[in-house]
């Protein structure tokens, strides 16, 4: 039997799926604006393992693997500056290299590997649910946050204390966010930056709510299996 170490209840706990005749995993993938190093590799391998188990008990039929690329963020577009190339060049190269990485470990492809750049709609319109829900809000600056507050259990994941956190964020305070340790859903567009329309002006998705988007997109709202690197509690 498959036990897989539950980040909430801080223990391995035995996998129960939600539906036997589709089984959802969604792990997060790389940043591709280098090559792979030992800890992607470890990502690789490990959740291929969780994969071919998956295929062999349940049938491979009924396993949806999803491992997204994120192919616009910070690192990208300083990378690419750098470089004086496209971002999507930049992106285009690495996720080839990743590729042979992967081959050469022997890992097999997921069933669907979302690229943020081609979820940029869903990424709005998420964005505008959270708004209209009031768990986001848009700042003095055009970007866009989301209000940590609204949420009771943020933290509960990575037992992560939030008034420590609030303390450590106003060393650096951002006059456009309600609360210092509120975080950035929608950039706001600068010069020479890669940019799409919002309803907020142009601009680019934020790291936290890109795999949400494609995440539901791909998997739905509820799912069996969520992985990646400790970051990402």
Known sequence: MLHIYNGLSKQK???????AKNIRMYVCGMTVYDYCHLGHARVLVV???????LCEKYGAAHVNYVRNITDVDDKIIKRAKENDEPFEALTARFIGEMNIDSGSLGVLRPNAEPKATDYIDSII???QTLIAKGNAYPGKNGDVYYKVSSFPNYGQLSSRNLEEDRSGARIEIDESKNDPID???WKAAKPGEPAWESPWGRGRPGWHIECSAMATD??????????????LK
């Open 13 to 19: 706990e035995a996998f129960q799926p939600i539906d």
């Open 47 to 53: 959740f291929d393992m969780v994969y071919r188990y």
């Open 125 to 127: 319109q998420m964005i």
């Open 183 to 185: 975080f950035v859903l």
């Open 218 to 231: 791909c998997l739905g709202a509820q799912f069996d299996i969520h992985g990646g690197g400790v970051d």
